[in-house]
């Protein structure tokens, strides 16, 4: 369910003549957000509000905590920041994939990850071949995702992530103060509607690309990645590894390609 991410308060702000004004400002809600199976809490997130079962479904999905859609019996969401999933009978939850969460910030997607070995474990290497986009199209993306970001307009301060298909269609956009919680919100809703794997789409993020941000993609089976500012290493170097396409500083007429460039048209 999507929920106001924008709050209003009064700042005084000073002008480019030196004069002082007293007037509203808009601002980027984050608050944390509690995910329960059942009566259990199994990690704490700092995220805007709005779409928080998108948020917690990416979430479960992308940690390899659940697999299918139907394993999930009811997810809700409550007045207190909190995200409640019950089970479906007979799914029992894997322990030990949880014990590394805690508060985990709207800056890191993957604080207190015991191994990268784990993730290797759990999500196989991307295997979509005949998924290409072209030049024009990929260009196309960053402002079809600006245009989305209603709450960006108002504050500049928020991250998005959009869902384009190969034609450059776009598909579902989230916005969130935590890029990963954006991209759990966005793949949380193709995991909902039980879209997965996204085999012949692209993900588009509108900071830069980290490793968490591969790793999701990953775990919703996108082949592209591209992103409006730099990868880093661990990024770089993971999707190489698992035969993801990744992009970087996407901003018109320019990009990099840092990956497996046979999905991009360049003729």
């Known amino acids: 369910m999507k929920q106001s991410g924008v709050d209003s308060q009064k700042i005084i702000r000073r002008k480019q003549d030196g004069e002082l004004e007293y007037l509203p400002d808009d601002l980027t809600i984050e608050e944390p957000l509690e995910i329960c199976i059942g009566r259990k809490v199994l990690a704490t997130t700092m995220r805007t ?30 007045r207190d920041n909190r995200v409640l999933i019950d089970l479906k009978d007979g799914v029992k939850l894997k322990l030990n994939s949880t014990r590394r969460f805690g508060t985990i910030s709207s800056s890191c997607g993957l604080c207190g990850k015991t191994s990268i070995n784990a993730i ?53 956009a989230r916005e969130d103060i935590g890029r990963h919680n954006a991209v759990d919100k966005a793949i949380g809703r193709a995991f909902l509607d039980g879209s997965l794997p996204l085999d012949r789409h692209l993900l588009l993020v509108s900071g830069r690309a980290s490793f968490e941000i591969v790793q999701k993609a990953l775990a919703a089976g ?16 993971f999707a190489r590894e698992i035969n993801q396409t990744l992009i970087g500083f996407l901003r018109p007429p320019s990009f990099n390609i840092y990956s497996h460039i046979q999905r991009v048209i360049l003729k």
């Open 49 to 78: 509000p709005g779409h928080d079962d998108e948020l917690a479904a990416g979430f479960l999905m992308s940690e390899a905590i659940v697999r299918a859609r139907d394993e999930i019996a009811q997810i809700s969401a409550d």
């Open 222 to 237: 996108i082949p592209i990645v591209a992103a409006v500012s730099a990868p880093s290493t661990l990024a770089v170097s």
């Open 120 to 172: 290797r474990q759990n999500f196989p290497a991307i295997t979509a071949k005949e998924i290409r986009i072209d030049i024009e199209t990929l260009l196309s993306l960053p402002e079809k995702l600006r245009n989305a970001q209603s709450d960006f307009a108002r504050t500049g301060g928020i991250h998005a992530a959009g869902i384009f298909d190969v034609n450059g269609e776009l598909k579902i």
